[in-house]
């Protein structure tokens, strides 16, 4: 299949480029997935909306796309700069639980969150803890490249060996080492080395531990992310991804560790998300203040307002958070599912056949696609949208037609967005419409267990080529 041409915008460079892969039609993306010590805040699933968002372009677009995404559930630290103690044994200290019940528990939250947003879950997902091999055979060959030394029983990685360290976030290093805190860690050879892995930590009480050629210790954080998109992927991706916050510290880390040990460029484009902004202040789970997605279903918001909202600015850009933008994207939703139901109606009762693209509804696709492709433009693709809907010229049957392609990428969930059937009840027709979202992010046990309650409240789902269909059972059959 021949891929359209997209253009990103490379951290790295600075520069939007037209993106070429390593290999023909195939993509190779890692994304730095969740430290797993407490609930995901929503700045945090703005970035893995967006990284959805352009895994979907890349497959709409041709692509034959492979995407990992790691699972932190040791060794980050509280400070991204080795200090503090241990994310997740903080977290097992404060909820009375070990670090895996920690980890196991949120990463389940995670998806669940994820699933809501309607976020595919990636082809691969790695948790550190599970590759702790790979991290400490990494270690030893950069000893054996002569970039890591051993010093006060940790390992530490020697920036000054990598004679570009520091190029994603153009850091100036004569004024951040002037400026360093050297007592922070008196082991470290320069102020900008960073641990690959400790034995001996600040705090005695780790809990995850492995044995490795330095002794019992813990992997630093930045290690698994090396190791683990090496695994999967090659020494190359083509596309690394992660929030804006990464750029100076994890993400130059990872560089220095893959390239120190390989030789080879580790990643050809670095997409970042900007942040999502309370006011003038960041949202950061480990300040203890933040917004989930459960305190906007409890407020009866459809979670894909969220998603919504998420695309009505640049992906680069900060993203404004209020419960009043919020607001504005569920009521836009509610009015795309209106619309949209009302066409089904209106198709059905033409029967309108199933024709090629008229004219005016090859621009339109022509249009989103052109938006989509330019790095990412969600609010133009929105606008193409919004026209589609008004657009006179075109047949309801067409503007679904358009509205499902749309959707292969915006994700919304337009499949599900049935015509109101007038004689079953709101509360029947809500949990039919949650029950066909759960089918679509090929969430079984949810789908099922909707069933079931649908069930027992006397109603059946039956799933039609044309979509779902509640029907009202007889009594007697309801009952049991
Ligand atoms: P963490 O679980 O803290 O490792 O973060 C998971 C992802 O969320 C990373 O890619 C971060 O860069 C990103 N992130 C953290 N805070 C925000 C925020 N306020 N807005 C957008 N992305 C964020
Ligand atoms: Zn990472």
Redesign the pocket.
């Known amino acids: 299949m021949k891929t359209a041409q997209i253009t990103l915008y490379n951290t790295l460079t600075r520069r939007l480029e037209a993106f070429v892969p390593l290999v023909d039609g195939e993509v190779r993306i890692y994304?730095?997935?969740?430290?797993v010590y407490n609930y995901?805040?929503i700045?945090?699933m703005?970035?893995?909306v967006f990284e959805d968002l352009l895994v979907r372009t890349l497959r709409y677009a041709g692509y034959k796309v492979t995407h990992v995404m790691n699972i932190?559930d040791v060794g980050?630290l509280v400070s991204d700069a080795d200090e503090g103690e241990d994310k997740m044994l903080v977290a097992a200290r404060r909820e009375g639980k070990n670090s895996y019940e920690i980890a196991d528990f949120y990463t389940k939250v995670f998806f669940d969150h994820a699933t809501k947003l309607n976020i595919r879950r990636p082809d691969i997902v790695c948790k550190a803890t599970e590759h702790v091999a790979q991290m400490i055979a990494l270690v030893q060959r950069l000893e054996e490249r002569g970039y890591a030394y051993a010093s006060g029983g940790n390992i530490y990685f020697d920036v000054s060996k990598l004679p570009d360290y520091g190029k994603l976030a153009r850091l100036d290093l004569d004024q951040l080492r002037a400026g360093a805190r050297i007592e922070v860690d008196e082991h470290k050879r320069n102020p900008l080395d960073f641990a690959l892995w400790f034995t001996k930590s600040k705090f005695e009480a780790q809990e995850m531990k492995w044995h490795s050629p330095w002794g019992e210790g813990y992997p630093g954080w930045h290690l698994e992310c090396s190791a683990m998109a090496q695994t999967y992927l090659g020494d190359t991706l083509d596309i690394h991804c992660?929030?804006?916050?990464?750029v100076a510290v994890h993400h130059t880390n990872e560089i220095a560790q893959s390239e120190g040990a390989t030789g080879r460029p580790f990643v050809r484009y670095w997409l970042h998300?900007?942040?999502?902004?309370l006011g003038k202040d960041?949202?950061?789970?480990s300040s203890g203040e933040f917004l989930t997605l459960d305190r906007v279903t409890e407020r009866g918001i459809d979670p894909l307002s969220f998603r919504l909202f998420c695309m009505t600015g640049s992906y680069r850009n900060e993203l404004s958070w209020s419960w009043e933008a919020l607001e504005g994207a569920a009521n836009t939703l509610r009015r795309l599912k209106s619309q949209v139901a009302q066409w089904r109606l209106d198709a059905t009762n033409t029967n309108h056949p199933c024709t090629p693209l008229s004219l005016r509804a090859g621009e339109l696709k022509s249009a989103f696609e052109d938006e989509i492709y330019n790095d990412l433009n969600f609010a133009n693709a929105l606008a193409v949208l919004h026209q589609t809907a008004q657009d006179t010229a075109l047949s309801p049957a067409e503007k679904l037609n358009l509205f499902s392609l749309y959707d292969e990428v915006f994700g919304l969930g337009v499949e599900s967005w049935q015509a109101v059937q007038e004689d079953i009840p709101e509360t029947i027709q809500i949990l039919a419409q949650e029950r066909e979202a759960a089918r679509k992010a090929k969430n079984w046990a949810e789908a099922d267990r909707l069933r079931t309650e649908i069930a027992a409240l006397g109603y059946t789902v039956e799933d039609r080529a044309d979509g779902p269909r509640i029907i009202s059972r007889p009594a007697d059959l309801g009952k049991h």
């Open positions: 994304c730095c997935g969740p430290t995901p805040h700045g945090n703005r970035t893995y932190t980050h992660g929030g804006i916050d990464h998300a900007g942040f999502l902004v960041k949202m950061a789970k």
